[in-house]
Nanobody
Framework: VQLVESGGGLVQPGGSLRLSCAAS????????MKWHRQTPGKERELVAR????????LYADSVKGRFTISRDNAKNTVYLQMNSLKPEDTAVYYC?????????WGQGTQVTVSS
């Protein structure tokens, strides 16, 4: 199983970024996918999750209305569109798949929101 995130970077408050997570080594379309984030000294928190076919999504209250999770099962990729970014969104963002009770994580991508 391999998860590779990309798309992070430095953005000004109010800006947008689109994160991608390319998956391999498992049947991507059969598993719920999630995005988490973590800042130093804090626990990793769930940001968004998406069902296998993409018809059901869930968001943390802190990102509702600003972030959108989506997936392309033909490309084995899950996305996180982040709009109206705030400084408190600064974190390392990780994609995650739970397969047979084992959590798999990517290496993470840094998002920094600062003027």
């Amino acid at each position: 199983v391999q998860l590779v995130e990309s798309g992070g970077g430095l953005v000004q408050p109010g800006g947008s970024l689109r994160l991608s997570c390319a998956a391999s080594g498992f049947t991507f379309s059969s598993y719920v996918m999630k995005w988490h984030r973590q800042t130093p000294g804090k626990e990793r928190e769930l940001v968004a999750r998406i069902s296998t076919a993409g018809g059901s999504t869930l968001y943390a209250d802190s990102v509702k209305g600003r972030f959108t999770i989506s997936r392309d099962n033909a490309k084995n990729t899950v996305y996180l569109q982040m709009n109206s970014l705030k400084p408190e969104d600064t974190a390392v963002y990780y994609c995650n798949a739970r397969i047979f009770s084992t959590d798999y994580w990517g290496q993470g991508t840094q998002v920094t929101v600062s003027s």
